[in-house]
Structure formats: structure tokens, C-alpha cells
């Protein structure tokens, strides 16, 4: 009655846009990562539908037999067919605030800071990709009504997002758990 859940948080880039890791954009080797789930309620095979780590959560309770809350983020993957959705993504630290969305066609980047830090390497504000570039090397300008409806609805999403996030405060984090995140590289 278990269910196995093999995934990642993020994906790492090898110089495909000029940086090494992760936490540098919003390309698809930062996006796109592996979620494979063994369950009951999941037919066997290979889906492709675009989801977002975000619906695991519901995901989960759903092959628990407990309906998911409608205030949470994400949609049961149970629910296919969600290849219609436009998913929004977000990198946001000191150095970098990029906002993007991809629906059934594109996939847009915005970014706030075009001049990056540590490398100062020009990005541009707004990037179009269609989804047929999977390694999103040609970026094209907007064009067109469906592309100023794209980039309006990755500001209403961006804007949405400020209105509603949470106050940030200061936590002490013990020692171990503080060793441990510099360990994998999440602080320094």
C-alpha cells in the first residue's frame, strides 16, 4: 500500500547558458527533473504531461485516499489531462529575480536584473522560447497577441506572488542542521 516517490528539487547546468550548478535561471536544465512515483493508483507506464513538483503534495494524499485541500498549491497528476496548464516558475536571492511560465507552446523568462552577478553577463529582460527549442538556445521577441497575453500573465502571476508572500523573519538555525545545509552547498 506504499507509495515510492524517486525525484529532484532541481536540475544542474554544465555551461548550457554560461554557468555551472543550480540557482543561476529558469532554463530547462534547472526545471527539468525526474519524478517517477510507484503507487496503486498510478497506471504503470511513461506520461508526459508537464507538472510541477508542486503537485506531488496533492498527488500523495490523493493515492492516500484523502482529498486534497482546495487552498493548496499543485493538482493531483491523477487528474490528467493537464497538458493545457501554464505553469509558473520562480528564482528568486539577492543577485538574481527571474520569473517565468510555460504554457502548451512557449515558455517565457522575465528577468528583473539583466546584468547578473557574479559574471555581470547581459541577459535579456524577456526571453520567448517556443517549447520545440528543448535546450532553449534561440530566444525570440514577443510577437503577436498570444505572446502579450503570455508575458501579462507572468506579471499577474509575479505580482500576485509579492502581494501574497509571506513576511520574512530571522530563525535561529542549530548548529548541525546550519553544518549540514553548507555541506550541500544551500548557505555559506
Known amino acids: 500500500n506504499a507509495a515510492v516517490v524517486f525525484t529532484s528539487d532541481h536540475g544542474e ?4 547558458h554560461g554557468s555551472v550548478g543550480h540557482g543561476h535561471s529558469l532554463y530547462r536544465e534547472q ?3 525526474p519524478l517517477v512515483i510507484k503507487s496503486a493508483s498510478i497506471r504503470p507506464g511513461k506520461h508526459g504531461e508537464r507538472v510541477q513538483l508542486t503537485d506531488l503534495f496533492p498527488t500523495l494524499l490523493e493515492t492516500a485516499g484523502i482529498p486534497p485541500p482546495d487552498h493548496i498549491d499543485g493538482t493531483s ?7 493545457a496548464r501554464t505553469l509558473f516558475f520562480e528564482e528568486k536571492t539577492p543577485w538574481l529575480d527571474l520569473t517565468a ?6 515558455k517565457c ?12 553577463a547581459y541577459v535579456p529582460l ?16 514577443p510577437a503577436g497577441i498570444r505572446d502579450a497575453f503570455r508575458i501579462q500573465q507572468m506579471l499577474t502571476y509575479r505580482h500576485t506572488l ?12 542549530p548548529e548541525n542542521i546550519d553544518e ?4 550541500l552547498g544551500y548557505i555559506k
Open 126 to 141: 524577456l526571453e520567448v522560447f517556443p517549447l520545440t527549442d528543448k535546450r532553449e538556445q534561440t530566444a525570440f521577441p
Open 180 to 183: 549540514m545545509l553548507k555541506a
Open 109 to 120: 523568462i522575465y528577468n528583473k536584473m539583466p546584468s547578473r552577478a557574479p559574471s555581470r
Open 31 to 33: 526545471l527539468h527533473v
Open 101 to 106: 511560465m510555460m504554457d502548451e507552446d512557449k
Open 13 to 16: 547546468e554544465f555551461f548550457e
Open 77 to 83: 497528476i491523477l487528474r490528467l489531462p493537464l497538458s
Open 162 to 173: 509579492a502581494e501574497t508572500s509571506l513576511d520574512k523573519r530571522q530563525v535561529d538555525i
